[in-house]
């Protein structure tokens, strides 16, 4: 079976082509980026972002169509990201694929993005089992979802405020730094010493599992040492204070999943998300998992942030669990919603 995928939630668009049974793989990925369009204003302009999705996305499927061998007579299902993410960015997938589909009477499924981030393990990694937790750490999302199989979700513990991603990109920018701030502090920090600044982990009053990241971020930006000085990145004492911020905020995600963990007593644990892709989380998250029995799922770097093949995988899925939707009806809002239970009360 071959399937189409198509991403277009935030900055970047991305289409691919994978094949599932027999052979379970991607055959084509296609990704254009946005970042040079928003760099200069520090973060994705939506109305900009939709109108780029709108000028790429048909050239960006011919060619992984044509990248894959496959044609679109072949193509099975087609499969979209219809949320959560900037409306008109995803307003442009959408209209794009059940054109496509419509037109080449091909059945087209919509999926949740950030069950598609879930999902990006499985591309590499067949074999993880359930019941799972994953932790979806984004520009967007800072999730705990407990799954006690692909379509059965709850909500663990989730952001109060900014997501890890977000603070990431907004203390990058605040100290000038670039955007998206993430991969540049991911550089910046390495050879810093990690404990030479402290910060301290935000608390919920209501004790719940929850996080919380903008104490962090205001933490960061109003530092005595740094606020409102000009830095230069190769200052050593910069660097320091970099990587002490990372070490703490991934010790704080790493504490909150351990904590989840227990409770819960999965077999495996997936982090996924573009914040995944961080070494020094990834670090963290490895030392902290080998030799406890549960295993932990990390992609690779290209899994981690959007993509389409995410997308397409978990369309395959939704498809064949489901087959009694009519696929011909993909909406904006959420269809894939309906597996969450938003109950993490039992976690607490
Ligand atoms: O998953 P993603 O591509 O888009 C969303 O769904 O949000 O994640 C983008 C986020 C941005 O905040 C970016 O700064 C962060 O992922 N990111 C990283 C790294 N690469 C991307 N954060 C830390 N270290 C990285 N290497
Ligand atoms: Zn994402």
Redesign the pocket.
Known sequence: MYILGIES??D?TAVAVIEREPQHRVLAEQIKSQVPLHAKYGGVVPEIASRNHYEVIDQLTIEALKESGITLHQINLIALTQGPGLLGSLLTGLSFAKGLAFKNKIPVIGVD?ILS?IEAAFIENREIEYPLLALVV????TTLFYQKSRFDTTVVSKTRDD?V??I??KVAKYYGLGY????I??RLYKGGDTRRFRFTYPKMSDGSNDFSFSGYKTAAIRHPEFANREVKPDDPLFKDFIASFLNSVFDYLLYKTRTAVEAVQPKSVIVS???S???L?REKFSNAFTETGIKLYLSSPRY???NAAMVAWLGYEQYIQFPNVDYFDAQMNSYSRAFFKNDGSKFR
């Open positions: 939630s935030c970047e993005h981030h984004s520009g967007g999302h997501a991603g977000e990431l990109d998206p701030g993430g991969p502090l991911d998300g573009g914040v892709r961080n070494s989380l981690c942030t959007d």
